[in-house]
């Protein structure tokens, strides 16, 4: 019984988190370029296995208690995920650099890598919708075995990223014609803006 449970965290987990957002789009763009590919998948898959802890043990006293959270969330986000498009809009229409497939060439430090990767995360409120609210919800199904539940779901969070951020390498020799590199970019800004817009357009 437990080990269904435990299937069924990580398969919710798991289909909560594969479709193409703003997150997983910058760790498959870290993945391509092949720098600081570790520290990003580990900060992603451990904000989410926070976040889907919270949601397991308290999502619904924290939309009671803290009603203004929402809109700052909101609001927030979409101004990051704007700066963000635009930045890589940018990047598009001005660099002619190719990626290597050995990942060479200048990269961002660390530092400005992990800052974007956590507000990408921590000011998305769909990230909040999908492991707070409905995988709390959800878990409220299996009572007495939340945490097996949990457990699932955090798997299926570290089994994503890593595989999105070690599985991109296989794309590098496509990416190696900067035509192709601007194309992401491009679709990176297109999927940023998206998101920005319904987070301000659609409460």
């Given at each position: 019984m437990a080990f269904d449970i435990y299937l069924t965290g990580l398969t919710m987990g798991l289909g909560l988190i594969v479709a193409i957002g703003a997150q997983?789009?910058?760790?498959?763009?870290?993945?391509?370029?092949?720098?600081?590919v570790l520290a990003v998948c580990l900060t992603c898959?451990?904000?989410?296995?926070?976040l889907i802890l919270l949601g397991v043990s308290s999502f619904g006293r924290i939309a009671t208690a803290l009603p203004w959270i929402d809109p700052l969330m909101r609001f927030g986000g979409a101004g990051f995920l704007f700066w963000y498009g635009a930045r890589s809009l940018h990047s598009a229409l001005r660099s002619s650099a190719a990626l290597t497939t050995s990942g060479a060439g200048p990269s961002d430090p660390l530092p400005q890598v992990l800052l974007a990767c956590l507000a990408i995360t921590w000011l998305n409120p769909h990230v909040y919708l999908d492991t707070v609210v409905l995988l709390g919800t959800i878990s409220t199904q299996f009572p007495g075995s939340e945490t097996v539940f949990a457990a699932g779901a955090i798997t299926g969070s570290f089994?994503?990223?890593f595989t999105l951020g070690y599985g991109a390498g296989w794309l590098r020799p496509v990416f190696a014609r900067p035509g192709a590199w601007r194309l992401l970019e491009v679709a990176i800004a297109a999927i940023m803006w998206t998101i920005a817009l319904r987070l301000v357009l659609n409460p």
């Open positions: 997983n789009a910058f760790v498959l763009r870290q993945g391509l370029r092949g720098t600081h898959a451990a904000s989410d296995a926070a089994l994503f990223f």
